[in-house]
């Protein structure tokens, strides 16, 4: 990639809770550009409160894509996104030298900076019979079904991921070959600058900031959004709701744990959820990592990498 491209994506990463979306804003505020959205359960309009979406003075102050634009029963995967933002990126650096993406979902970040492989799309009726079978029959089919049909990739994917396990499926009876074998994992060239900069903090620090904010959805109303959501048919079903937050509420809602012990299970699946985060973007060398606090460190860093 060419060092003197003038356009920059500017990239801000970290675990949940950690300040990407307050620093994104800054950010895009002094460099008068927009923000594209990198979080994959900020895409769903009827996650709202459990997911930390900018408030509306935010989202009035910078403009952000891709925020609140699906619903839950919609299907969407990796690929797509990758392909919208690319397009989308087109745009915005038509007017913007730099875009601003922040997020913590790791895979939908790594589309955009390094692309995935063009896997096909199956065939609706294909699609619907997957669909199906995990409904009717559950995850554990889904699981036997892709041990049969490629046992290398059922050998690494996440097994507890049904929106993982049908997109191989798919791909599989679709092309009639294993979807390991598929996946190149070659990186695309892009023509536009990437710089990539993460927030973190020490264990505690992260810890009691995670606690506190999900205190803070509690008053705001996620017990009441999560309630909502529950009578949706078949809401077991739909792999966004299979999100920290919700599906701990889901289980005091089925009368199997009370509210004080969803709440303490929502703070202890965060951590975890925080600590995953953390552990895939510490693979990536290319990140510089900054306190939060850092912002003008940040900026500074920015310069000097655009120069």
């Not at 949940?16 to 923000?35: F, P, Q, R």
């Not at 009370?258 to 600590?275: D, F, P, S, V």
């Not at 460190?297 to 990498?305: A, E, H, Q, S």
Request: proline share 3%; hydrophobic share 35%.
């Amino acid at each position: 990639m060419p060092n003197n491209t003038k356009n920059c994506l500017i990239v801000i990463v970290g675990p949940t809770g950690i300040g990407k979306t307050s620093l994104a804003i800054e950010l895009a505020k002094k460099l008068d550009t927009e923000i594209i959205s990198a979080d994959s359960r900020q895409f769903y309009k009827e996650l709202k409160t459990g997911t930390a979406i900018p408030s509306e003075k935010e989202l009035n102050t910078v403009k952000h894509h891709f925020i609140s634009n699906l619903s839950v029963k919609d299907y969407y995967n990796v690929s797509m996104f990758e392909e919208q933002v690319i397009n989308l990126l087109k745009k915005l650096f038509l007017n913007h030298k730099y875009v601003i993406m922040t997020g913590g979902s790791g895979l939908y970040i790594n589309a955009v900076c390094n692309g995935i492989d063009n896997l096909p799309n199956p065939a609706q009726t294909i699609r619907e019979n997957i669909k199906k079978t995990y409904k009717e029959k559950g995850i554990n089919e889904l699981q036997k079904k892709l041990k049969i049909l490629d046992p290398e990739y059922f050998s690494i994917v996440d097994i507890n991921n049904p929106k993982r396990l049908m997109r191989a499926i798919e791909v599989c009876m679709q092309t009639g070959k294993k979807y390991s074998s598929l996946r190149t994992n070659k990186s695309k060239t892009r023509n536009f600058k990437i710089i990539k900069i993460g927030l973190n903090c020490d264990r505690k620090e992260l810890y009691s900031i995670i606690n506190k904010r999900v205190d803070m959805m509690l008053k705001q109303g996620l017990v009441n959004e999560a309630k909502n959501l529950y009578k949706l048919n078949d809401y077991k079903k739909i792999n966004a709701l299979n999100t920290v937050g919700y599906k701990e509420i889901f289980v005091h809602l089925d009368n199997k744990i009370n509210l004080q012990q969803a709440i303490e299970n929502i703070k202890t699946n965060t951590r975890r959820y925080a600590k995953r985060q953390l552990t895939w973007f510490k693979k990536d060398t290319s990140i510089t990592w900054f306190h939060p606090d850092e912002k003008q460190k940040i900026i500074d860093f920015i310069k000097k990498c655009r120069n």
